[in-house]
């Protein structure tokens, strides 16, 4: 039985060796390139079968690859070659390059892909130089068949090619990359199908302007300005109705119109509102009936028109100094913002970096949103207080009780040194005695709904929070503390 079982291997083998070498061609094109390049093995007819499939993949990051720079580029152009040279249609050709040596292929190849039939070109480049050796690319801005462009430290030059041709583009980032404004704009007008933008700590950018009439297909951008932090470096005006996802970070913007009836994502970090080229406002108006998720992150609290149904929102607020005479309005604005945003769950994060005590006249706010005032406190579902002092931290939470009613307060502590295990249990023994007494000397007007709390430590083993009691804190193997809370529902 054995021995026939191996006599027919073989001929299994041929039989789907004589397979047409379309079929070949096609059950190659379900492998990756490395499975594919494996069948070489099988037999003498497989072993150049998979240079000839419809689909390449190649990447010089490969652990075949790697530290052979010379031999990827041979691969690459004998491969490229043979398909040429043999009149075979190329459908998809995705390259992942990462040296500077590749370049040169670029060069040869790019201009020559559309006539091998090529219909999906996707190009990740990058580049592993430091900053300041950026690899010149202007020949990518000839490349039709591209649909996915991803370059990171590139230049893409000055030269402005008379037709940018990419007219099948649907997936654009770019990640330190210089390029002028001039091209900028003509690659995105010239670019109908675009689907994503992703633009990251980009230099010679002043102006994006996504538009209705040239985007339609827009459903996803993302601007991060991580190393400047120079929000009027560049600008941002958005009419793009059929977006989905949109996150800015360090830039001013300005939404064109109120409609964003698809928008399910919005996240907003250190950013001016601009109502004009002019003037600047902290009121954020827009329609996204479809939000499932917000998040916003700065020194001013903004205002928000529309209102999420559900979903989540996520908000990260900076206390300065500059704001501590202000501290009154501060909470004010902020109810106001919670309110807006009641409908969703929230998650609030207030880094306190105030050095002195902040004045806030509990007496009015109490009126407003807890004594049959025409607001009600708003339930926050996650509360995190970044404290860098905390002998501070009663003023915060008195004027944060006023407005609103968080499930969980999980402390983080912003001091300088080192945090040992020993001196967060430290920390929080001391934060938990004064919430305690805060708790029993406060205004009872605030505590009066509170039905009880609970201290938690966090089982890094389980991944459980667990409860505890704060005279055998430091018996516990805690590190990450918080507080359950609570709250009758009367409200």
Known sequence: ????????????????????????????????????????????????????????????????????????????????????????????????????????????????????????????????????????????????????????????????????????????????????????????SSCALLA?????????????????????????????????????ECSIEIDAPTLEKVKIFGSKIRFHGRELCNIKSLYLANVDIAINSVERSPVLCIDAPKMEYYEYTGLVIPSVSFVPASGRSNLKLYMRDDGVNDAQSWFLRLSALLRDLRRSEITLHIFHLARFDLHIEEDILVRDNINGGIYKPVVVENFRLGMGQLSLFPYVLSGLFCICRPRKITPQWLGKGTWTDERKQKEAGEFFGKFTKMIENGNREIWRDLE?????????????????????LSESEFTEFRIRMKWSDRD
């Open 1 to 188: 039985m054995k021995k026939a079982n191996s006599d027919r291997r073989p001929e299994s083998m041929d039989m789907l060796s004589e397979l047409p070498k379309e079929i070949l061609q096609r059950i190659l094109c379900l492998l990756s390139q490395e499975e594919a390049v494996r069948t070489s093995v099988l037999s003498k007819p497989w072993r150049h079968t998979w240079r000839t499939r419809p689909n390449l993949v190649f990447s010089d990051n490969d652990n075949y690859f790697r530290g052979k720079e010379q031999e990827f580029l041979s691969v690459v152009d004998e491969t490229l070659r043979g398909y040429l040279d043999q009149g075979l249609r190329l459908e998809e050709f995705h390259l992942h390059m990462s040296n500077h040596v590749s370049v040169s292929l670029l060069d040869k190849w790019i201009p020559k892909l559309e006539s091998m039939g090529i219909n999906d070109f996707r190009l990740y480049f990058l580049s592993k130089h430091e900053v300041g050796e950026m690899i010149d690319l202007p020949v990518v801005l000839k490349a039709e068949p591209l649909t996915l462009l991803l370059l990171y430290n590139c230049d893409l030059g000055r030269n402005i090619p008379e037709n940018i041709p990419f007219v099948r583009l649907q997936v654009l980032r770019l990640q330190n990359v210089s390029i002028e404004q001039e091209i900028f704009d003509k690659v995105i």
């Open 452 to 472: 009880g709390c609970t201290f938690e430590g966090l089982d890094e083993i389980r991944l459980e929070w667990q409860p505890f009691e704060v005279t055998k």
């Open 196 to 232: 994503s933008m992703w633009f990251q700590d980009c230099k010679g950018l002043t102006k994006i302007k996504l538009e209705t009439k040239l985007h339609k297909n827009l459903k996803q951008f993302i601007f991060i300005n991580d190393v400047t932090y120079q929000k009027d």
